[in-house]
């Protein structure tokens, strides 16, 4: 059974950075691709960004392009997500997630992707 576990998070003001983690444990991920997720109050689930199995590729909403970077380390089965000049609007619950199938990209919608973590708080201050 695959585990992911984000930490990281934490309250900051605008223009801080905040660094995620994702440890997974229970298999390699290094041949999955893996997400960043979040979920503000009332709100659906949204695609942050995403990485590919090789870390060639990688995917980002438009409203954190150039603001977030969506990394991983193989060796120690861990994906990460720098935030850079956070926004208010950044506040929610960030997720870590993982596909199920090797070397396939599930795409932004979160309902493909199989394995969650239990999700980290961010909160954004003006």
């Known amino acids: 059974q695959v585990q992911l576990v984000e930490s990281g998070g934490g309250l900051v003001q605008a223009g801080d950075s905040l660094r995620l983690s994702c440890a997974a444990s229970g298999r390699t991920i290094s041949s999955y691709t893996m997400a960043w997720f979040r979920q503000a109050p009332g709100k659906e689930r949204e695609f942050v960004a995403a990485?590919?199995?090789?870390?060639?590729?990688?995917f980002y909403t438009d409203s954190v392009k150039g603001r977030f970077t969506i990394s991983r380390e193989n060796a120690k089965n861990t994906v990460y997500l720098q935030m850079n000049s956070l926004k208010p609007e950044d506040t929610a619950v960030y997720y870590c997630?993982?596909?199920?199938?090797?070397?396939?990209?599930?795409?932004?919608?979160?309902?493909?992707?199989?394995?969650w973590g239990q999700g980290t708080q961010v909160t954004v201050s003006s």
């Open positions: 997630a993982s596909s199920a199938r090797m070397k396939w990209y599930p795409g932004r919608d979160w309902r493909p992707w199989d394995y």
């Open positions: 990485i590919t199995w090789s870390g060639s590729t990688t």
